[in-house]
């Protein structure tokens, strides 16, 4: 090579070395996350997914005690300036109205909210109360309409677009034995990102949304009456449940929630830009297979 041409390359290739040991910056930098049901389970997971990529986040939530506990940990983890909580019940509606206003004096808006608070009840139709249909609707179907509602009101005066994620379930596509409240629910919510997604596009207010199949490890959800009920239906206890569906899936492996936290990641970053309406099943495989 002529001199000038080799002194080039390995000027070149001394500042490539260079911007590789440059700390890359973080992907969620600048960004505000508000995450219901933060409290514990897949929501915490996901708040500290965000928290990892440099966000930062309010966790809200409807259990105080459980809410401070997950609050003390990720500050611990990611420091104190970065993570906030807030004592909010979904369905109602001041509540939530609230919970946005403290994103927005503690941190200055809101770019990401991640509507995952929930509960699953499980019954047959005939033994299905109008109060068991109405409280998973409350809950799930209009949880999910306010939280966004406000959301969008927000985004929309900030200007900057932003991310709505759900956290649906595959019993929002497929239906599972006596959970026709909690399915439907489910469906709703899916269904309300569709037409969401439809709404914000123009604002640059992308929705989409995250299905886990059964993640028994880390739930509340797998703690109480649900695991009863599910266990009973099956006829097995919560090790058998497991195994139960991961044999089901294709991949045969158990779905945990750092891996819808990462999905939940996937929509929040700018990595997803072009996607909105989608629907991403996380579920070794479980939704696409025929039982076998
Ligand atoms: P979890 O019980 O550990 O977390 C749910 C959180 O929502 C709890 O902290 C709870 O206090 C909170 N919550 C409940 N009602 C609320 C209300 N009215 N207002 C505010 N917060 C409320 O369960 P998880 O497994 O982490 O569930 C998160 C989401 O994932 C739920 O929407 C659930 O339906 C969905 N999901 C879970 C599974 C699973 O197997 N774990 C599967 C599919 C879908």
């Not at 909210?113 to 047959?124: D, R």
Request: aromatic share 8%; with cysteine.
């Amino acid at each position: 090579l002529p001199e000038q041409e080799a002194f080039d390359i390995e000027y070149w290739l001394l500042e490539e070395a260079k911007l590789q040991r440059m700390p890359k910056p973080k992907s969620l930098a600048g960004r505000i996350a508000l995450v219901t049901g933060g409290a514990g389970g897949i929501g915490a997971a996901t708040a500290a997914r965000y928290l990892s990529e440099g966000a930062c986040v309010v966790l809200a939530d409807v259990d105080a005690k459980a809410l401070e506990a997950t609050r003390a940990q990720l500050e611990k983890q990611f420091g104190g300036d970065v993570v906030r909580s807030v004592v909010m019940d979904v369905t109602r509606e001041e509540a939530v109205a609230q919970a946005f206003a403290a994103a927005s004096v503690e941190f200055g808006g809101t770019d990401i909210l991640v509507s995952n608070a929930g509960i699953a009840s499980s019954a047959p139709v005939e033994k299905t109360s109008l109060a068991l249909w109405n409280r998973n609707m409350e809950i799930l179907s209009t949880g999910y309409f306010l939280v966004s509602r406000e959301a969008f009101g927000l985004m929309r005066t900030q200007g900057l677009g932003g991310s709505i994620v759900f956290v649906a379930s595959k019993n929002g596509l497929a239906a599972s034995p006596n959970a026709s409240a909690y399915c439907t629910a489910k469906a709703s919510e899916i269904h309300l990102a569709r037409c969401l997604a439809l709404e914000g596009a123009e604002a640059g207010i992308r929705v989409n949304v995250v299905n886990p199949d059964a993640v028994l490890r880390g739930s509340k959800i797998w703690e109480g009456e649900w695991l009863e009920q599910r266990a009973a239906t099956y006829g097995t206890d919560k090790e058998g449940l497991e195994e139960m569906y991961r044999n089901r899936s294709m991949l045969k492996r158990s779905v945990l929630p750092e891996d819808i936290a990462e999905a939940c990641y996937f929509f929040a970053a700018d990595t997803s830009a072009k996607s909105t309406g989608n629907i991403l099943n996380v579920d070794a495989g479980n939704v696409q297979a025929f039982p076998r």
